[in-house]
Every structure is written in C-alpha cells, then in structure tokens.
C-alpha cells in the first residue's frame, strides 16, 4: 500500500470554462449548443467554451400586443392587448371629430360657416340657416281663435285660428255716403257719387 502523503502539496490547474460549468448550475445554452449560464454568471469576454451566453431580456414577446418588445428573450407577462379599432374622424378641427377614434375613416368634415340666428324650430323667427342661437328666439304668439278672414264684417286682425266664426259681409249698397250731404244715406256702403250738398 502506497502512502500518498509523501506526494508533495500541488495545485490542478482547471480552464476557467470547465470551473464555471462546475461552480454554476446549468440553466441555459449558448448559441453554439454548449452548457451556458445566466446572465450574471456570464464571463465578460469569455472565448473559450462559452463564445456567447443566452442574455435573458424580460418583456412582452406577443407580437400582437401594443407593447411588444423584439428584444425580449423570457416574457414577463407585462404585454396589453391591442386596442380594439374604432373608426371615425380623428381631426380635431372637424365639426364631426370623435376623440374615441383610433382610425380616421376619411368621414371628418370642416367647420360650417358662424350664422348667428334664431335656431330653436320652435320659434316664430327660427332660421333654418343658422348654426349659432343668438338668443333672439321669439315664442309664438299664443292661439286667439277668431274670424280671421279680412273680407268678413267679423274680422279680427289679431286672429291666428281660425274658429268659422267669420260672418260674410254686407252687401253693396250704392248711395251717397257723405254725412254732410243732403241725401246722405247712412246704409250706402259705396259712394256712387250721387251727394248733393
């Protein structure tokens, strides 16, 4: 039997690669399919086992989401889904502009011109025309039923419905219709030029 202590005391020198793949777990794989290791037991400038370590950069790896990262390496569950599409005018100086629109769909429309006006359809003075109520809205007259037929002996100017009150007027009867002459007649409606005076 050999005694070994009379060996005298050495060190085993072991490559720097071979003592890292001993001294680390083996969670990865370089590009070259050799044992790699995690990005801080990666060795700066190492050329020898490991030409390339596998850099995990965390982030969102669906290329569906709005915060896809090409870069990332180990997605890190942070991806939001896209938008969804809503299509309308996306101008802000369109009369018709939609602040929710994330597609403009060509429908904006320039501002119509400033007509100041009554715009209540309500009013007696409302135009059509106008784009801006002035405040000049008039309410309508209220209903006064009435004869409103200017040729009736009932009429009534202020009349604004019509209720068949309306009493067909007197006939014509000719005569003088001069209080001063002396064959006035007071039940002549036309003046036939006949007074004598």
Do not use: E, H
Not at 11 to 24: D, H, T, Y
């Amino acid at each position: 039997m050999q005694n070994y202590n009379k060996w005298p005391l050495s060190f085993v020198v072991i490559p720097c690669a071979l003592m890292l793949s001993l001294a680390f777990p083996i969670n990865a794989r370089a590009k070259n399919d050799s044992p790699a290791i995690t990005n801080d037991q990666c060795p700066a400038g190492d050329s020898g086992v490991y030409p390339s370590c596998v850099v995990t950069v965390p982030g969102c790896t669906n290329p569906g989401a709005v915060n896809f990262n090409l870069n990332a390496t180990a997605d890190d569950g942070s991806c939001v889904s896209s938008v969804p599409m809503v299509a309308g005018c996306t101008n802000p100086g369109g009369v018709n502009y939609n602040p929710s629109a994330t597609s403009d769909d060509g429908s904006c429309r320039s501002a119509l011109p400033v007509v100041a006006g009554c715009a209540n359809p309500g009013a007696v003075n409302y135009s059509p025309n106008a784009t801006v109520d002035d405040g000049s809205c008039k309410s309508p007259l209220p209903a006064i039923s009435s004869c409103t037929n200017p040729g009736a002996k009932n009429y009534n100017p202020k009349g604004t419905v019509d209720d068949g009150s309306c009493k067909s007027a007197v006939p014509a009867v000719n005569g003088c219709t001069n209080p001063g002459a002396k064959n006035y007649n007071p039940n002549a409606t036309v003046d036939d030029g006949s007074c004598t005076p």
